[in-house]
Structures are given as structure tokens and as C-alpha cells.
């Protein structure tokens, strides 16, 4: 969608923060780290996908080229190190904000996408891509099966998000307006996931497994 860069950069900001906060804090849920493993983590977290999206965009990453991305990152990394005592507290609020980094993070991808004249489909894979990708870093790194590929509802509402960008855009609507209703759309999306514990289509029954993998 093209939204005004102000738009776009201010829930792209969001969603960095967000993104960073939910990653420490996860980190922190999963495995013993210092400030330094904490804070790296959630940074991974909040800007592993815009990163992703801009190589693939064959652009120079704009967590490079805008301080406030390194800062709003790295702020949300620390205050999840501080409140880490009250973790046990926190479940549903890590959740959330999740929810709400994916969806910022689905939104902004493919409105960036669309800006710079790709089509529909590369559009909406790579707002799954922005939303999905520095969680699958993350999880990666702390020896996690990535939430991306075991998380009931996670890429389907960020495909979700990114096609609504995208058909906003086709009709012609732009505006701040827009671009929040396809956020809350895929949070939406994920919470109803989240709060009736549903999952993508499994198959039909377990693969036996072959000689090979005895």
C-alpha cells in the first residue's frame, strides 16, 4: 500500500520495537543469557526481516541507514532485560506482542514492496518474509524448532496481512487508515490462533518412517 513514508516508517518503528521487546523477552524464556545475549537477540528479532527484505529487494538495509532502527531496537532489548524477573507474569503480553510485530512488520514489508513497483505475489511473500524472518533467526539461534513452522497460525496471517496490503493498493485506497486495518486484520488473525489453540492444515496421519531414517 502506498502509504506516506511517514506512515510507513512510524509502524515500521512500532513494529521494531515490539519485535525486539517480544524477542529478549523470549530469549530470555528459553535459555540463560547476559545483557549482551539478551539484547543481540532481540535486535535479531526486530530487524532480521527487514534485513532479509531489503537484500532481497537488492537494497541497502535501512536498519543501516536510520540510527532510530539500531536504537528502538536495542531500547526494547534492554527493557525486556530488565523486567526479566517478572517473566513469569508476562506469557500473555509476549504473546501480544508477537502478534502486533507481525502484523506491523507483514504490512510495512509489502508496502515497501509495492513502492517499489513488484508485483502482487512478490509483494505479499515478502511481507510474510518481513514479518517472519528475524523470529526464525532468533529461534535458530537458541536451538528452537522456529515458530514459523510449529506455531499453529503464524505465516498464514502474516500471507494474510500482506494480500490485504496488497488489494488496498489495487483499489486505490491509501492512507494511514488502510495500512492499520491489514495490521489488525493479521493480529487478528493470530490471536484468534492463539486463544483457540488452532493450527495450519496437518497431514492426514504421521509418514512412517522409511528404512533410512531407522
Known amino acids: 500500500m502506498t502509504t506516506g513514508a511517514p506512515v510507513l516508517l512510524g509502524l515500521d518503528l512500532l513494529g521494531t ?20 545475549g539478551v539484547v543481540t537477540l532481540g535486535m535479531i528479532t526486530a530487524l532480521g526481516g527487514g534485513i532479509l527484505r531489503d537484500v532481497l ?31 513469569h507474569r508476562l506469557n500473555t503480553p509476549i504473546t501480544v506482542l508477537d502478534a502486533a510485530g507481525l502484523s506491523l512488520f507483514a504490512v510495512t514489508g509489502a508496502g515497501k514492496a509495492l513502492q517499489l513497483g513488484l508485483g502482487p505475489a512478490q509483494a505479499v511473500i ?9 523470529g526464525t533467526i532468533r529461534d535458530v539461534l537458541i536451538r528452537q524448532v522456529p515458530s514459523v513452522l510449529s506455531s499453529g497460525l503464524y505465516a498464514i496471517p502474516a500471507l494474510l496481512g500482506a494480500t ?31 486463544h483457540f489453540d488452532l493450527d495450519a492444515p496437518l497431514p492426514p496421519q504421521p509418514l512412517e518412517p522409511g528404512p533410512e531414517d531407522r
Open 164 to 194: 490485504a496490503t496488497v488489494v488496498m493498493t489495487s483499489l486505490d485506497v491509501d492512507g494511514p487508515v488502510p495500512a492499520v486495518g491489514a495490521a489488525a486484520l493479521c493480529f487478528l488473525i493470530r490471536m484468534i490462533g492463539v
Open 57 to 87: 529487494l537488492d537494497l541497502p538495509p535501512a536498519t543501516f541507514n536510520d540510527w532510530r532502527y539500531l536504537a528502538v531496537a536495542a531500547g526494547g532489548g534492554l527493557i525486556a532485560f530488565v523486567s526479566g524477573r517478572h517473566l
Open 17 to 36: 520495537f515490539a519485535f525486539a521487546l517480544n524477542g529478549a523477552l523470549t530469549a530470555l524464556r528459553h535459555t540463560r543469557l547476559d545483557i549482551v
Open 126 to 134: 515478502l511481507g510474510a518474509i518481513t514479518g517472519v524472518g528475524g
